[in-house]
Nanobody, 117 residues
Framework: QVQLVESGGELVQPGGSLRLSCAVS????????IAWFRQAPGKEREGVSC???????YYSDNVKGRFAISRDNIENTMDLQMNNLQPEDSAIYFC???????????WGQGTQVLVSS
């Protein structure tokens, strides 16, 4: 059974930093592309960043230069380092792993990030 468990979300002031983590079990993370999504109240879920299993990365325009995605293939975890956070970054953040062969997507339960003074 595949499980993804996020942690690290909390209240932070504008300009602050947070590091989100996602512990993955039930699959070997090194073999899969990874991604982080977020969903703000009243808005659709949007992709924030993704990374292929060969190392290529992508960032949405509104986080480029501020966020960094990474993975630890030994610990089977994935992280999202978020710097210079702004109120518009407030959302529930979800980690995602996709099995390209089957089309199956695995999601964590989400972790809340609130950026406010």
């Amino acid at each position: 059974q595949v499980q993804l468990v996020e942690s690290g979300g909390e209240l932070v002031q504008p300009g602050g930093s947070l590091r989100l983590s996602c512990a993955v079990s039930g699959l070997t993370l090194a073999n899969y592309p990874i991604a982080w999504f977020r969903q703000a109240p009243g808005k659709e879920r949007e992709g924030v960043s993704c990374a292929s299993n060969s190392g290529g990365t992508y960032y949405s325009d509104n986080v480029k230069g501020r966020f960094a995605i990474s993975r630890d293939n030994i610990e089977n975890t994935m992280d999202l380092q978020m710097n210079n956070l702004q109120p518009e970054d407030s959302a529930i953040y979800f980690c995602n792993v996709r099995d390209s062969r089957s089309g199956t997507e695995y999601w964590g339960q989400g972790t809340q990030v609130l950026v406010s003074s």
